[in-house]
């Protein structure tokens, strides 16, 4: 029984107004996805590149495994995203477009016990954007503070 993990980019929803989302596998260590399994990664500061015509993850904090050896993994190094070649080279077009990037939204293991990670094409939001959205969110908390009242 493998429980499910999913540590979410919270910061990215509210910094980027996200225009596609992908789910890419990840090229792991048998240590990295032991400390993935347990919780210990965080993805908030990450963001994605191509090196060549391949994706990586980069600044991806991965904790070490507490019982691994001495061949333990480094906790920040670049990992390679698996993603079908169609998907990489709609993603290399696009974000070579002004101001498009790409930042890691979630990371999840499937009922498989797989690592998985959802990107998005991300446009970064402007200060009124970010003021707007939380302007959203206290209304609509206020709204269902009423609803629940009644």
């Given at each position: 029984?493998?429980?499910?993990?999913?540590?979410?980019?919270?910061?990215?929803?509210?910094?980027?107004?996200?225009?596609?989302?992908?789910?890419?596998?990840?090229?792991?260590?048998?240590?990295?996805?032991?400390?993935?399994?347990?919780?210990?990664?965080?993805?908030?500061?990450?963001?994605?590149?191509?090196?060549?015509?391949?994706?990586?993850?980069?600044?991806?904090?991965?904790?070490?495994?507490?019982?691994?050896?001495?061949?333990?993994?480094?906790?920040r190094?670049?990992r390679?995203?698996?993603?079908?070649?169609?998907?990489?080279?709609?993603?290399?077009?696009?974000?070579?477009t002004?101001?498009?990037?790409?930042?890691?939204?979630?990371?999840?293991?499937?009922?498989?016990?797989?690592?998985?990670?959802?990107?998005?094409?991300?446009?970064?939001?402007?200060n009124?954007?970010?003021?707007?959205?939380?302007k959203?969110?206290?209304?609509?908390?206020?709204?269902d503070?009423?609803?629940?009242?009644?």
């Open positions: 029984m493998i429980k499910e993990v999913s540590i979410q980019n919270k910061r990215a929803r509210f910094d980027y107004e996200i225009l596609e989302t992908y789910t890419a596998g990840i090229v792991l260590t048998g240590t990295e996805i032991k400390s993935i399994r347990l919780g210990k990664a965080q993805i908030a500061e990450s963001f994605c590149e191509f090196h060549g015509h391949e994706l990586f993850a980069i600044n991806t904090y991965i904790e070490e495994y507490a019982f691994g050896t001495a061949f333990n993994h480094q906790s190094s670049e390679k995203l698996l993603l079908n070649k169609k998907e990489l080279k709609s993603l290399a077009r696009k974000v070579e002004k101001g498009l990037t790409i930042v890691p939204l979630r990371l999840f293991t499937n009922e498989k016990g797989l690592a998985k990670l959802d990107i998005g094409l991300c446009r970064g939001k402007k009124y954007d970010k003021r707007e959205t939380l959203d969110r206290d209304t609509q908390r206020d709204i503070r009423l609803k629940k009242a009644f």
